[in-house]
């Protein structure tokens, strides 16, 4: 059974990757109409500290409408900005721009965040012991490119009050992950990637 917020709730969420300096931050807003994300990142990537921004929206359905995403170095030099715009359906606009590259894509997932794997464990819905493939926009950083990316979520425990549980599959990169998650969908911690710092 799909879980579908009937009240808005809003939450802020925080993580720290694993053996890397940095922090993400991320104020959610989660309701009939959709998820709606504000999330600030700072992170070490390939040696360079960044700074990075997004605004993240899907429809009731947890399918992607909007991300908007920038990026700079730690002095705010050489800033970056992409975004992505989906009617739901599997169609995306590359900052204004048709991406037919992207077709067929419903959920985006951010190279650097957590926090866009809770769109296809909550829009799914998947019981225990289920399995689904799904493409998602994989956004890579500080790049800021967008490639399809063919990816498996098993359900090993749905979330609810007490958690839940999922397995990550990348079924091109091989990457493998399972999961644990509150009992919004939202990552606890991303074996090996990220450990969620507050709440806990």
Not at 47 to 72: I, K, S
Not at 117 to 122: G, M, Q, S, W
Not at 162 to 175: T, V
Request: net charge negative; glycine share 8%; aromatic share 8%.
């Amino acid at each position: 059974m799909k879980a579908t917020p009937v009240t808005t709730r809003n939450v802020t969420l925080y993580w720290t990757p694993v053996g890397e300096p940095g922090c993400e931050q991320v104020h959610i807003s989660l309701g009939p109409d959709g998820l709606s994300a504000l999330g600030l990142i700072l992170c070490r990537k390939d040696g360079t500290h960044l700074r990075c921004r997004y605004q993240l929206d899907t429809d009731p359905q947890m399918r992607v409408r909007e991300l908007t995403f920038a990026v700079t170095d730690e002095a705010e030099r050489q800033p970056k900005r992409i975004v992505l715009e989906s009617d739901g359906q599997g169609r995306w606009r590359h900052d204004g721009e048709p991406a037919p590259e992207l077709e067929g894509c419903i959920d985006v997932d951010i190279e650097v965040s957590p926090v866009t794997n809770t769109l296809p464990i909550r829009r799914l819905g998947l019981a225990a012991g289920k399995s689904a493939e799904i493409k998602a926009a994989y956004l890579t950083v500080p790049c800021l490119q967008a490639r399809p990316a063919a990816q498996r979520y098993s359900c090993l425990v749905p979330f609810s009050e007490a958690g839940g549980r999922y397995r990550y599959e990348g079924l091109s990169s091989g990457f493998t992950a399972e999961i644990p998650v509150d009992q919004d969908g939202f990552v606890l911690d991303y074996p090996e990637t990220f450990n969620r710092s507050w709440p806990t």
